[in-house]
Structures are given as structure tokens and as C-alpha cells.
């Protein structure tokens, strides 16, 4: 349980936590950026892109860690917010998408 709230803490404190916000249409996607790689997320749904959250979270089991870090760096005011036009959204979301 320790070091599950060491990588909280590591993940909130180092800017690793990012809301992608589209204009006009208000668009989200937030993305935490882990050691190894970075996963995407939707907070409202309460989804993660991770194997944490299809092997434990959705059996039932605790938020993944990516989830808790968002509710904590909402609270904390640490999120890094980047905009982007519309225009970009296919393109992040297939780049996100890619990556996986
Ligand atoms: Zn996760």
C-alpha cells in the first residue's frame, strides 16, 4: 500500500497528469503519463486505458492508480491543461490510439 501512494504522490507532484481540452466542442481527454508509458483516461466514466484497471477495476477491485491521481490533482489544482482546436481531434485520438 506504501508505495502505491509514493507513485500517487511522484505521478500528482510531477505534472504527469494532463487534460487535453478541444475547442469549440469541449472535448476532453486526460492522459497520465506513467514510467513506462502513458495512458489515457476518462474520469467521468471512471475508465482507464490500463491493465490495472481491466484486470482488477473491472472485476470489481480498487480504482487504478491513474484514476485516484486525477481525483487527487483535480482537489490539488496540478493539472497541466493543454488546448487544442477540433481540428486536431482525430489526429491525437489516432496517435493515442496508436501508441497502445
Ligand atoms: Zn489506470
Redesign the pocket.
Known sequence: MKKDNDNLTAVVSGKAIKLHYFEPSQRKIWT?VGKENE?W?DPELGF??????FFN?LNGGD?????KSVRIAKEQNKVEVIRFSDDEFVNFVSALISDF
Open positions: 497520465v495512458h483516461l482507464c486505458s490500463c491493465e490495472d484497471y477495476t480504482e487504478c492508480y491513474h484514476l
